[in-house]
């Protein structure tokens, strides 16, 4: 009778990256594979609280330190860490080699309820539906949920499709986005152990 073989320990999925223009200057540290820590600043303190969900229920380490044209207002700032925090993914995940590639969850936040679904397919695209019903979450513009996101898909090469289903308070509206989304994150970034070394398409790259 033979002995099954050990899965080979797989490569720390770490990234640091820094984005550094006239309007931001950021810097993302990530590690896949973590329990969930954060250390935040963006100086705007309710998207701290929802880069804490991805962060939370992603299972994901995440340090992000920005600093922004905040007198100005929130735009670049939150635009600029979702496409560094896009970039720090794309670096970490790889060849993608044994990714369950796919991943989706449904969150609920008492009247409130998201799904989110994604793939990291190489391809950028976001279909995102969420009629807010607040222009401002605290110092946080609402509108710049979808800034965020853009940013985030376009470097980090996935698609993704974000639809809150029900709520009337904004905040919740939100939460359950980030959190639906960070559940998703960890569904798709997990690896399959039934298809270590293999890439998740027929084509044979993402």
Wanted: glycine share 10%.
């Amino acid at each position: 009778m033979t002995t099954p073989t050990a899965m080979a320990p797989l490569a720390p999925r770490t990234a640091e990256v820094s984005r550094n223009t006239a309007e931001t200057q950021i810097t993302v540290k990530l590690n896949l594979d973590g329990s969930g820590q954060s250390r935040l600043s963006t100086g705007i303190g309710f998207f701290d609280h929802m880069l804490d969900q991805i962060a939370r229920h992603g299972l994901i380490d995440l340090d992000i330190q920005a600093k922004g044209d905040l007198h100005i207002d929130g735009h670049h700032t939150v635009e600029d860490v979702g496409i560094t925090l896009g970039q720090a993914v794309a670096q970490a995940v790889g060849d993608k080699k044994g990714l369950r590639r796919y991943g989706h969850a449904y969150v609920p936040l008492d009247e409130a309820l998201s799904r989110v679904v994604i793939d990291f397919s190489g391809r950028p695209g976001l279909d995102m539906h969420v009629p807010f019903k607040s222009g401002m979450i605290g110092t946080f513009d609402s509108q710049l949920a979808y800034e965020f996101f853009q940013g985030f898909v376009n470097h980090a090469f996935v698609t993704l499709h974000i639809d809150n289903l029900k709520g009337d308070n904004a905040h919740h509206q939100a939460e359950t986005v980030f959190k639906a989304f960070a559940r998703a994150l960890r569904m798709a970034l997990e690896i399959d152990p039934r298809s270590v070394g293999v890439i998740p398409s027929t084509k044979g790259s993402l």
